[in-house]
């Protein structure tokens, strides 16, 4: 141990306000980009998610316009053979 | 050699790999870099000349160093992307950008404030310094050039040409500054001289590095992880994947 | 004769007279990049007094600087209304060689903005109580560094003219390349005033323009490719 108490180090010997000041920026800077990154994964994800429930919903209407199309068809062709 | 490499083309493979190697390299960033940061703090000997404002020196060289290192890595996928049309390469380079952009800042605020006690300026127009400024404009250039592009893939693109454009140049900029500022040397400038490093500071320096090399590897890989995904938006195994990310959140929430 | 037959020479005088008749139609894109670096020049003393030893130390620092925004501010014309009309997509098409044509349009640019800029450059420098020993490196380094700007500028404009919004950004991307021109030009002419020997930077100036001359072209091909895509 290089300091004789704590009030030593953080003095660290005069320079203690640069000393804590580059590390103080330095793990702040890093927070913010862990941060930005863990949330942009999420983000990403969310928005892959968001886009296939929307192209889910439309593939559905989709399917039941179809079908209805066919029934209605279906209906018309049969009164034309009666 | 170049079979073993080729399953991690695929994007799923390498997604997952990513994936699978992430907890480890965390855990090794935490181990080195406590280990290494408490040691430079509070046992590494204080310098003979400078005193304790030395130990600034354990995360500014480090930074400085990994600032130049990823932009040659950046330059590096941005090559093997352009010649090979390797589309992972791109993401990858996406996802070096604003990690080295931090470590261009950190370097760059640790060394004005290492500059305030040593020099007494916050700034000064010190050759390493300077070079340092525009290889942080450099990456803004290539983060802005991602960013204005709608297509992820078009964006690597052209973010790519830029990278390697600005690793050729950017050997020409260090020695231009280099060069200006030994000639504009009017004023007393004392130079941070090549620190003589005794061994109890040397091990310390390489946890710390050690620690940051690992730290850089943890956020590219969560960021090249997202990039993965971002491109590979409409690959069935991408849906899958989110479905049942979604479906295990609604279950955590419950 | 069909036009795949074009030799190389005869492609590269019919963009670069192409471009150049574009030009002279709207003169205008011509005055307005010339009437900006002379107006910036003229904030200078203004802005800082007009002492003429201040001035006669800044001025080639101010005359590069000048010209340095003032190549940016007209670098937008280099492809924009080509890519805007689809006639920069045809050149691309075409059987020639993108190198030949890409080089044209920039040696057209530079006859455009940069040789202007060089015959008005003595006329700021007497403004600026430049050195009169000075005048012949700032033309010399005029007359080698702008070219390099012109090359180095196209890149960022064939990475940017896709966008919508490319101005801004072009500066961010093209700035930070040209310091090496401006720290090797301003250094040559202050050499000059001192009646020291300035050629080793007017070397190292000249090996930039060739350096980007070789390479630059390449760079704007791949990059036009990847904006009209």
Not at chain 3, 155 to 174: D, H, M, N, R
Request: charged residues 15%.
């Amino acid at each position: 141990m290089q300091f004789d108490s704590f009030s030593a180090f953080i003095n660290m010997g005069g320079y203690g306000f640069y000393v804590w000041l580059s590390y103080g920026v330095a793990t702040a800077l890093l927070l913010i980009l862990m941060f930005s990154s863990v949330t942009g994964h999420k983000h990403v994800i969310k928005n892959i998610a968001q886009r296939k429930q929307r192209e889910d919903k439309l593939r559905q209407v989709r399917e039941q316009r179809q079908k209805q199309d066919k029934q209605s068809k279906s209906t018309l062709s049969e009164e034309v053979t009666e | 050699m170049w079979k073993w490499l080729h399953p991690y083309a695929n994007p799923e493979v390498s997604y997952h790999f990513a994936g699978k190697i992430l907890p480890w390299l965390s855990a090794l960033a935490a181990l080195f870099l406590s280990i290494g940061l408490i040691w430079a703090l509070a046992f590494a000997p204080a310098d003979y000349q400078q005193g304790d404002s030395f130990r600034i020196f354990y995360i500014h060289v480090p930074a400085a160093s990994l600032s130049m290192g990823i932009y040659l890595g950046m330059a590096i996928a941005a090559f093997t992307s352009l010649v090979w049309q390797f589309k992972l390469a791109d993401a990858s380079a996406a996802a070096m950008a604003p990690v080295g952009a931090t470590f261009t800042a950190i370097a760059l605020i640790t060394g004005a404030a290492w500059g305030k006690p040593m020099w007494g300026t916050w700034w000064i127009w010190d050759a390493r310094l300077t070079s340092e400024l525009i290889l942080l404009f450099l990456y803004l250039g290539v983060i802005a050039l991602h960013n204005a592009f709608e297509d992820k893939n078009l964006a690597g693109k052209a973010a790519g040409i830029l990278t390697l454009v600005g690793v050729i140049n950017l050997p020409i900029i260090k020695y231009s500054v280099e060069w200006w500022n030994t000639l504009h040397q009017g004023s007393t400038v004392s130079k941070l001289g090549k620190p003589s490093m005794s061994v109890d500071m040397l091990w310390p320096f390489v946890f710390c590095f050690l620690g940051f090399i690992f730290l850089v590897s943890v956020f590219i890989c969560i960021r090249f992880r997202s990039e993965i995904l971002a491109r590979n938006s409409i690959r069935p195994w991408v849906r899958t994947l989110v479905s049942e990310h979604i479906a295990q959140e609604k279950t955590n929430a419950v | 004769m069909s036009v795949a037959n074009l030799s190389y020479r005869a492609v590269f005088a019919l963009v670069l007279k192409r471009d150049l008749t574009i030009a002279m139609r709207h003169k205008d894109d011509i005055i307005n990049p010339l009437l900006f670096f002379v107006i910036v020049v003229t904030l200078f003393p203004l802005g800082i007094g007009p002492e003429a030893q201040t001035l006669s130390r800044i001025a080639p620092g101010i005359i590069w600087v000048a010209a340095l925004l003032s190549t940016l501010l007209s670098l937008d014309r280099l492809f924009k209304s080509d890519h805007v009309d689809g006639s920069l997509e045809q050149m691309l098409l075409s059987p020639q060689p993108v190198f030949i044509l890409v080089l044209a349009k920039i040696v057209a640019h530079w006859l455009i903005t940069g040789l202007p800029l060089i015959l008005i450059a003595p006329l700021l420098a007497v403004l600026l109580h430049l050195n009169e020993q000075s005048y012949g490196a700032l033309i010399l380094t005029l007359l080698l560094g702008t070219p390099v700007l012109s090359l180095l500028g196209a890149i960022g404009v064939a990475l940017t003219v896709g966008i919508k919004k490319g101005g801004v950004l072009l500066s961010l991307l093209v700035l930070p390349l040209y310091i090496p021109v401006l720290i090797f030009a301003t250094s040559a002419i202050d050499t000059a005033a001192l009646g020291l020997p300035y050629s080793g930077q007017l070397a190292i100036i000249a090996a930039l323009f060739f350096g980007s001359l070789t390479l630059a072209p390449f760079a704007v091909g791949a990059a036009l490719k990847v904006s009209t895509n």
